[in-house]
């Protein structure tokens, strides 16, 4: 699965609604940390682990300020989960493994499994 980019705040809540746990990165092209980040959540997207399993989304803030603050985003970036539909977690800041550790925390809930095979190393700060 790759990363969707949304434009419009009606394509996040077709996503949420469609599928069991969907991460969002709320994002600036002009933030350090975002462009850093985003290489991470782009082979993430691709991963085995998570492939299939874990609908991966971003948006511009700048494009889309009404999304941005309907969901209170105040620090670039910042990362949302939703599972069934409902907002469940959120993450502020490029921190690699404390949001591997949330995708992994959601994937049993999207009928996948933690790897404990040690295939994926943890990814080093940002």
């Keep these: 699965m790759t990363v969707h980019i949304f434009e419009t705040a009606g394509q996040l809540k077709e ?13 600036a092209t002009w933030c350090g940390p975002c462009k850093a980040i985003a ?6 997207a691709e991963d085995p682990e998570f492939k299939d399993k874990i609908y991966f989304a ?3 803030v700048d494009h889309l300020p009404d999304l941005a603050a309907e969901l209170g985003i105040r620090a670039m970036p910042t990362f949302i989960f939703y599972k069934d ?4 977690d959120e ?3 490029a ?5 591997l550790n949330l995708l992994r925390k959601y994937l ?3 009928g996948g499994g933690a790897s404990s095979s040690g295939e994926h190393p943890e990814p080093p700060s940002v």
């Excluded at 290489?39 to 993430?44: H, S, V, Y």
């Design 39 to 44: 290489p991470q959540i782009a082979k993430w």
């Design 95 to 99: 921190n690699p493994p404390a949001l």
């Design 108 to 110: 049993g809930d999207a």
């Design 91 to 93: 993450l502020m800041g």
């Design 85 to 88: 539909g409902e907002r469940v």
């Design 58 to 60: 971003k948006f511009d």
């Design 15 to 27: 996503a949420v609604a469609k599928h069991p746990v969907v991460i969002v990165d709320a994002f």
